[in-house]
T-cell receptor, first 110, second 118 residues
Framework: DAKTTQPNSMESNEEEPVHLPCNHS???????IHWYRQLPSQGPEYVIH???SNVNNRMASLAIAEDRKSSTLILHRATLRDAAVYYC???????????FGTGTSLTVIP | GAVVSQHPSWVICKSGTSVKIECRSL??????MFWYRQFPKQSLMLMAT?????????EQGVEKDKFLINHASLTLSTLTVTSAHPEDSSFYIC??????????????FGDGTRLSIL
């Protein structure tokens, strides 16, 4: 399975945008890029996913590099409830399993 | 939206006992479910893939006789930690995907089960 690399931790001020990077230099052409987040003592929560084009939903935006070797999750306006560990995961269209990396622990400062 | 429910949310038991954790898909049928384990301040580790009507597929290094998985219906998978010991204390999480929504739709995760073995 292709691996992802994320910074261990990041900080953001409340109500400011946050850009969470993810490197996936060994991504294959059929791998989708998924982002999940996990609040303390809860199961992961789906955030967004995409293949090649940038994606937007009510939670966040996903910017995918043209060569697909990196992506950035964008939270447009961080709130205290966005403090969580964010995981970037690659998933082949033919497979089901998710293999989690170490993720980025996001701290939101009031 | 699709929901996955786990029960119990937490359990404390004595060393040597067996503990069963249930994972249910509430509004969709899941032919495949997944079980993860997470130790404090660590990431989720995939333990096994639960397949309805057939044997589970275990990840390398996971003892299948220790962690028994049963997926007897399209909405229920169970994980039994047999003869649990303190080192089995962990946060266990299940997930499933709604196959009716296509092959690359998101996984839905349960809220996890906190297992503490005394």
């Amino acid at each position: 399975d292709a691996k992802t690399t994320q910074p261990n931790s990041m900080e953001s001020n409340e109500e400011e945008p946050v850009h969470l990077p993810c490197n996936h230099s060994t991504i294959s052409g059929t791998d989708y890029i998924h982002w999940y987040r996990q609040l303390p003592s809860q199961g992961p929560e789906y955030v967004i996913h995409g293949l090649t084009s940038n994606v937007n939903n009510r939670m966040a935006s996903l910017a995918i590099a043209e060569d697909r070797k990196s992506s950035t999750l964008i939270l447009h306006r961080a709130t205290l409830r966005d403090a969580a560990v964010y995981y970037c995961i690659l998933r082949d269209v033919s497979g089901n399993q998710f293999y989690f990396g170490t993720g980025t622990s996001l701290t939101v400062i009031p | 939206g699709a929901v996955v429910s786990q029960h119990p949310s937490w359990v404390i038991c004595k060393s040597g006992t067996s503990v069963k954790i249930e994972c249910r898909s509430l509004d969709f049928q899941a032919t495949t479910m997944f079980w993860y384990r997470q130790f404090p301040k660590q990431s989720l580790m995939l333990m096994a893939t639960s397949n309805e009507g057939s044997k589970a597929t275990y990840e390398q290094g996971v003892e299948k006789d220790k962690f028994l998985i049963n997926h007897a219906s399209l909405t229920l998978s169970t994980l039994t930690v047999t003869s649990a010991h303190p080192e089995d204390s962990s946060f266990y999480i299940c997930s499933a995907r709604d196959p009716s929504r296509g092959s690359n739709q998101p996984q839905h995760f349960g809220d996890g089960t906190r297992l503490s073995i005394l």
